[in-house]
């Protein structure tokens, strides 16, 4: 038996009251559907005094707009994204992603703003308050030591979210609001490689929805996902492609992998593969670059060495897949 | 620090109930500690298991990390609330007669996931079933039977009769190595 800490539970009904509600009570932190931080509030993972529900907000924030661009309000269950005939038209491995998130009663509660600013994970993290405090607490809560890196002084609990692989290989855009008013970032900006909290999301913002643009429909999509079950484990590996292919040959590429340390990585320097024919000379030449860009960590229950020899595999067989695929409908 | 308490009001299988509990009290406490209802089970208590699972408005969740006041403007049904006073619902029936279970645990969650399926999917496919029942542990039975009985349950097919396992019959063990011997003090 697990109880949850003494808070107070904050109701808005509207976004404004909502980044109020945060500005007001300093220490407080969103709750949306609760998959994640209702467990690590459990685990004494937060001294959390406050909660703001955003149940009341969800005829505001649970939109699936096209637009132009496609728009998605944070509120949106991955369920509903899993199944959405839109999503699975214009960004086939997002649908793909969210079919594969957690389990189906977690899909139904578990909503996309809560996947994308979902709290990093690591095997000596996610653990009871007598089972922390027995080992020696970390740096993350109540610690000052890392037990995944010796002597290690910055946190590299891992990312585990899966739509954030796809979304980032995408391009997209998240929409935050504050007090201050609402601000536009690259989702690519929006990760820090810190463990404590890895996203540069401020005490009084809230994630609203996130933006689509248009140009990632005609892409290639791919996502692929390693872990120990099919259904309810959280990911030991994830990744996701997007290729811009004009008459067999590359214009574009980008590939991003999560599940290794607090930010998810986009692989770098993939310029110069635009230009050339893509076939499976291109798939073994991503995954030769991921495998030398991604190191896995301890900080997952599930041996490192073998999740780094995996990588380059699933890659090489995502990005086939994906070149495969005939363009999604724009 | 005991907290705050609040004033709740829970709609659960079809009874109204009121109730004053910490704002913290998530609904499966609710569900066992305030309302007596322990069918629901309370096994890793963080979302892993299923062995909570509960409808809500006919949608399975988890009430383990569920609050009970977010569920307050939704009908709960709890495995309390399945059977109909006509009788057991078809998927009790079923899970029983196929013999769907080994020590018990898992089953509320389990039939509940069974039913919130056939609400919205009256002949599912073997893959949809396995799909819908993906987020609920059984550590006993191996699952076979499991999805026998929903498709039971559906009306697809009838519970197997099983033969037993033909095997060698093992030889008595009296006529073996470990003849007692006689201890004499
Ligand atoms: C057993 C189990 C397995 C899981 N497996 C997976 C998996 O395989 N893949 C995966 O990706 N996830 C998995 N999850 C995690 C989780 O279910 C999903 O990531 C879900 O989408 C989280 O959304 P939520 O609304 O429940 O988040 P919440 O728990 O409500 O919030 C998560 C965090 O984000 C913050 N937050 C939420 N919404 C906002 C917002 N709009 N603005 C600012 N901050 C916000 C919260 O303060 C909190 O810190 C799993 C969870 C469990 C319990
Ligand atoms: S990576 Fe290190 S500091 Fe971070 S949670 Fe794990 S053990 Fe703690
Ligand atoms: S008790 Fe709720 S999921 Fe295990
Ligand atoms: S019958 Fe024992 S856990 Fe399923």
Redesign the interface.
């Known amino acids: 038996?697990?109880?949850?800490?003494?808070?107070?539970?904050l109701r808005p009904s509207s976004v404004a009251e909502a980044v109020e509600a945060l500005q007001k009570h300093p220490g407080s932190r969103v709750?949306a559907g609760?998959?994640d931080i209702?467990?690590n509030l459990?685990?004494g993972m937060y001294d959390t005094q406050h909660l703001v529900?955003l149940?009341g907000l969800s005829k505001e924030l649970r939109y699936v707009r096209l637009q132009n661009d496609l728009h998605l309000g944070a509120l949106c269950t991955i369920d509903q994204l899993a199944h959405d005939e839109t999503i699975r038209r214009c960004a086939p491995a997002l649908a793909e992603a969210c079919s594969q998130v957690?389990?189906?009663?977690?899909r139904?509660?578990g909503t996309l703003g809560g996947n994308l600013c979902l709290d990093t994970r690591c095997v000596y993290i996610n653990q009871s308050y007598f089972w922390r405090n027995a080992l020696g607490f970390c740096l993350k809560k109540d610690g000052t030591v890392c037990h995944v890196v010796a002597g290690g002084q910055r946190c590299v609990a891992a990312a585990s979210n899966d739509t954030a692989p796809v979304l980032l290989a995408l391009g997209a855009t998240i929409k935050i609001v504050s007090p201050r008013g609402e601000r536009e970032l690259p989702l690519r900006d929006f990760y820090l490689a810190d463990g404590i909290h890895n996203t540069v999301l401020r005490p009084d913002e809230l994630l609203t929805g996130i933006r689509l643009p248009k140009d990632a429909f005609a892409k290639r999509q791919g996502f692929a996902k390693l872990r120990t079950r099919?259904?309810?484990d959280f990911p030991s590996l994830n990744m996701a492609v997007a290729l811009e292919i004009e008459k067999g040959t590359v214009k574009s590429v980008s590939l991003a992998v999560g599940a290794l340390a607090a930010r998810p990585a986009l692989i770098k320097g993939l310029d110069d593969l635009n230009g050339q024919k893509a076939d499976a000379r291109l798939a073994e030449e991503l995954a030769r670059r991921a495998h030398k860009q991604c190191k896995p960590l301890t900080n997952i229950g599930v041996d490192p060495d073998w999740r780094r020899d995996v990588l380059p595999v699933l890659v090489r067989r995502m990005v086939l897949r994906a070149a495969a695929t005939a363009a999604a409908a724009s | 620090?005991?907290?705050?308490s609040a004033t709740i009001r829970l709609h659960v299988n079809g009874e109204e109930h009121t109730l004053a509990v910490?704002?913290?009290?998530?609904l499966l406490?609710a569900l066992r500690y305030d309302l007596g209802l322990t069918g629901s089970k309370?096994g890793c208590?963080?979302?892993?298991c299923?062995a909570c699972?509960v409808l809500a408005d006919g949608?399975?969740?988890?009430s383990c990390?569920?609050?009970a006041?977010?569920a307050q403007d939704r009908k709960i049904t709890t495995i309390e609330g399945l059977a109909s006073p006509a009788g057991l619902d078809p998927v009790q029936r079923a899970f029983a007669d196929c013999g769907a279970l080994q020590c018990g645990f898992c089953q509320p969650g389990m039939m509940l996931?069974a039913r919130a399926l056939l609400n919205t999917c009256a002949h599912p496919s073997l893959a949809q079933i396995k799909?819908?029942l993906?987020?609920?542990?059984c550590r006993c039975t191996g699952y076979t039977k499991i999805y026998e009985a929903v498709q039971v349950a559906a009306g697809m097919r009838g519970p197997a009769s099983r033969q037993p396992v033909a095997s060698e019959r093992a030889p008595a063990s009296d006529s073996v190595a470990h003849a007692v011997k006689e201890i004499v003090p």
């Not at chain 2, 949608?59 to 988890?62: G, K, W, Y």
């Not at chain 2, 993906?134 to 542990?137: A, D, E, I």
């Open positions: 038996m697990m109880t949850l800490p003494p808070v107070e539970v709750l609760g998959t209702v467990p459990k685990y529900a149940r957690a389990g189906p009663q977690l139904r509660m099919a259904a309810i | 620090m005991p907290g705050k910490p704002v913290q009290r998530t406490e309370q208590d963080k979302g892993d299923g699972t949608e399975a969740i988890l990390i569920t609050l006041a977010d996931s799909d819908a993906s987020g609920n542990l």
